[in-house]
């Protein structure tokens, strides 16, 4: 997040727009990501 801020302060608006919805989409699928990584963890997969 903060090379999203700082990238902004340097008026790269689109970056920090790309880089936004990307934790955004992660934040959304965080508990997908977790069960996909304990079955992989324990080797379930």
Do not use: F, P, Y
Request: charged share 25%.
């Amino acid at each position: 997040m903060e090379l999203t801020l700082d990238t902004e302060k340097r008026g790269i608006s689109e970056v920090g727009d790309n880089v936004r919805g990307t934790l955004g989409a992660i934040g959304e699928n965080a508990g997908h990501i977790k069960q996909g990584l304990a079955r992989l963890k324990g080797g379930l997969i």
